[in-house]
């Protein structure tokens, strides 16, 4: 909905991808940013400073983007204030995570609940590391808890859903950085535009609008993730720093490039793509995740074990359906391996959850309840066996 102002979105999640990402591209492209965020701080900082700046950092030198045009509200404390952003803004997107998903669905249901069926719809794009993350969204928005049912039969003239696949490597920052996020030179930012076809695209630099956004967000969430994931839980059991540091190891290289070959293999096959074009692929996001500019710990992007070795994520998706076609998973499970080993970590509380489901759960249980996988799957065994080994060694320590 255009107002006096020109376009308005509504972002919630004001982290390292909120700010460095959706924030920037979405100022680049003309629009007042509203960031919701549950952050007391971190809100405080954005609305007492007026400008931040995008670093961009890469073997090819710094180059900078300044963002202002922006405001935030506490969503936990201003619920009212943010149900009338969200009435007449024009877009809302988020990265606070899939898990969070569901928290931030009611005041988007209260949002979109009063806006008029004359208007355009609002366009809400969720850009979180998950296959079908807008659409999980969604359910949430209209489940009965949020959304009267009598409204669904017209809940499409008020409100649009599309999912998206996003992609650009931002670090934890410095916490004496300020607002300003320093982040990779490389984005893709790829959104399915079938939902917004009769009503309009928004006009957002740098989005790739695709037809069929399957192939995108697995080749992505199996390659980019996958192999930042091996790198990071391997590294953390060799005690290295950053993923960087891991890669200069042999060892934990050689285990990315098996483990990111044989979700080449699976991609291939399913989505019939071009195998030399996927190892091109492959060879740029080692590198990418490799690069020295960036110093992301392997704790980041290790974050949430429980998350990741669920049924649809990066490691235990792709094994799955290897296995189910008889292809290799050699280096899948090794990198599983060491997601199970990730346990304890400071600040990481799923890391904790998942050292107590191992501690007081079967192997079948935990294969069960963590990834989700059930007996009559062939992966299923070589899972088993994978936790047993991991509770054998806790129980030795
Ligand atoms: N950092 C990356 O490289 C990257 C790249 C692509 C996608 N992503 C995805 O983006 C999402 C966010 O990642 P991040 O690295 O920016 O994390 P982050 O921790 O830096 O940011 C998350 C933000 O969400 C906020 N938040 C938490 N609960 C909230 C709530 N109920 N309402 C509003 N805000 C809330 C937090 O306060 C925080 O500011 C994740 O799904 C991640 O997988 C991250
Ligand atoms: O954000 P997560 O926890 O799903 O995964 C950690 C990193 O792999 C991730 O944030 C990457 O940096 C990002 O997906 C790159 O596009």
């Not at 009435?87 to 609940?113: E, H, Q, W």
Request: net charge negative.
């Amino acid at each position: 909905m255009a107002n006096a102002t020109g376009k308005k979105a509504v972002h919630f999640g004001a982290g390292n991808i909120g700010r460095g990402f959706v924030a920037c591209f979405l100022h680049n492209s003309g629009y007042e940013v509203v960031f919701a965020d549950v952050n007391g701080d971190l809100i405080d900082t954005i609305n007492s400073t007026p400008s931040y700046k995008v670093i961009e950092v890469g073997s090819e030198g710094t180059s900078e983007n300044v963002i202002t045009n922006y405001r935030a509200i506490n969503s936990r404390t201003h619920e009212e204030d943010l149900v009338e952003e969200i009435r007449t803004a024009d877009v809302v997107t988020c990265s606070v995570g899939p898990n969070i998903l569901k928290f931030i669905a009611p005041v988007i249901a209260k949002g979109i609940d009063r806006r008029s069926d004359d208007e355009t719809p609002l366009h809400v794009i969720a850009c979180e590391n998950a296959i079908g993350a807008t659409d999980t969204l969604a359910s949430y928005i209209k489940d009965a808890k949020n959304t009267d049912p009598a409204r669904l039969e017209t809940h499409h003239l008020r409100a649009r859903y599309a999912n998206s696949a996003i992609d650009r490597i931002v670090p934890a920052q410095d916490p004496n950085a300020g607002l300003d996020v320093k982040l990779e030179k490389f984005f893709e930012w790829v959104v399915d535009k079938t939902p917004f076809e009769d009503i309009g695209i928004p006009p957002i630099e740098g989005i790739q609008w695709v037809d069929n956004l399957e192939p995108f967000i697995e080749r992505k969430l199996y390659t980019v993730n996958t192999g930042h994931a091996t790198a990071a839980y391997h590294g953390y059991y060799r005690r290295k720093r950053t993923v960087y540091d891991a890669l200069q190891d042999k060892e934990i290289m050689a285990e990315v490039r098996g483990a990111l070959t044989e979700t080449k293999n699976l991609l291939v096959a399913k989505h019939g793509i071009d195998e030399e074009a996927q190892l091109a692929y492959m060879n740029k996001i080692i590198k990418r995740i490799g690069n020295p500019h960036l110093e992301d710990a392997v704790e980041r992007v290790g974050r949430a074990p429980l998350r990741k070795l669920s049924r649809k994520e990066r490691f235990i998706g792709p094994a799955a359906e290897a296995a189910e076609n008889d292809m290799p998973v050699k280096y899948l499970l090794d990198a599983i391996e060491m997601t199970f080993r990730f346990q304890d970590v400071e600040g990481d509380d799923e890391s904790k959850e998942l050292s107590t489901i191992m501690s007081e759960n079967t192997p079948e249980d935990v294969v069960a309840k963590v990834c989700g996988i059930k007996p009559t799957e062939k992966i299923y065994p070589r899972l088993v066996e994978v936790v047993k080994r991991v509770q054998a060694d806790s129980q030795e320590e």
